[in-house]
């Protein structure tokens, strides 16, 4: 199966659907509920598109050029940007778009919950604290260079400062709509934890077995590719029901003010 053949029925065929499907509720006048259009859904989801390319482009070449993935010459087309092939980048692009198509599909079927949880700031800070512990694990593994743990330090140093900034920001918004937020992430990273199976197994690409903890789901799938996609599908998510939320944008509105203050000069001061 060749990258481009794996983008196609893996990625392609469901943005199509979802694309479809997503077109026909607005046609039939089905909404996304009224707490979530902060942002029109696919400026929030460009938005995303472009973050994924910029943020995941240094890494991702790293990690081919450090041999972390490979790749079948004869099953990618040869055009390559860096160290990475073209189709890597086509990919972080149509998982993306997925992704928000999937979550956009969700908000619009989910019942609306008439009594949320309040918003408590205990979910701004535990969370940070608890991956800002594995964060610095992850940090003291890469640095002891051990090899095997190469991928998975790799992972968890580029992914997780970025969750812990969305947690910091909004995390008591992101419990609140846990429901989405639980369910996108899981579906999400079960389906192509289950595609990954079937283009490593077809030898696609392949994980380095010197550089990663070689622990395999199935015989074939590494451990890390299926955190790989927790992390990613996370970083979407948690993303995108921010950027769409109101909730959110009144707290950014607030925080603006509230630095906006910070830098007048006070009410009455004398000369």
């Known amino acids: 199966m060749t990258y481009f ?5 893996f990625l392609g065929i469901p943005i199509v659907v979802l694309g479809i499907v997503s077109w026909l509720d607005y046609r039939r006048g089905k909404p ?3 707490n979530f259009r902060g942002w029109p859904a696919w400026a929030g989801i460009l938005l ?3 973050v994924a390319v ?8 790293y990690l081919v050029a450090t041999g972390v993935w490979t790749y079948d010459p004869a099953l990618v087309t040869g055009i390559v940007l860096g160290w990475v092939p073209i189709e890597e980048y086509t990919f972080f692009v149509v998982q993306t778009i997925m992704a928000g198509l999937w979550i956009v599909f969700l908000l619009r079927r989910l019942p609306v919950n008439p009594d949320p949880p309040p918003l408590q700031r205990n979910w701004r800070i535990v969370p940070v604290v608890i991956l800002g512990v594995i964060w610095v694990g992850s940090m003291a593994l890469l640095v002891s260079g051990w090899q095997p743990g190469a991928y998975l330090s790799l992972l968890l140093a580029w992914a997780l400062p970025p969750i812990m900034l969305q947690f910091a920001f909004g995390g008591d918004i992101l419990r609140r709509h846990g429901r989405l937020v639980l369910l996108a992430i899981v579906s999400l990273t079960l389906y192509l934890s289950l595609a990954d199976y079937l283009a490593i197994g077809s030898g696609t690409w392949e994980i380095n077995p010197a550089k990663s903890l070689h622990w395999l789901i ?3 799938l590494p451990l890390e590719e299926v955190i790989f996609f927790l992390m990613t599908n996370a970083l979407v998510t948690l993303g995108l029901v921010l950027v769409l939320a109101t909730e959110s944008h009144r707290r ?9 203050n910070r830098r ?3 009410a009455g001061k004398p000369a």
Do not use: E, M
């Not at 053949?5 to 029925?9: E, I, K, P, Q, T």
């Not at 910029?54 to 991702?60: G, I, K, L, N």
């Not at 950014?252 to 906006?260: A, D, M, R, Y």
């Open 32 to 34: 996304i509920p009224a």
């Open 48 to 50: 995303h598109v472009a």
């Open 5 to 9: 053949g794996f983008l196609l029925r």
């Open 54 to 61: 910029v943020y995941t482009t240094p890494w991702d070449n």
């Open 252 to 260: 950014f509105h607030q925080i603006g003010q509230w630095l906006s």
């Open 218 to 220: 199935g015989g074939v």
């Open 264 to 266: 007048s000069p006070r």
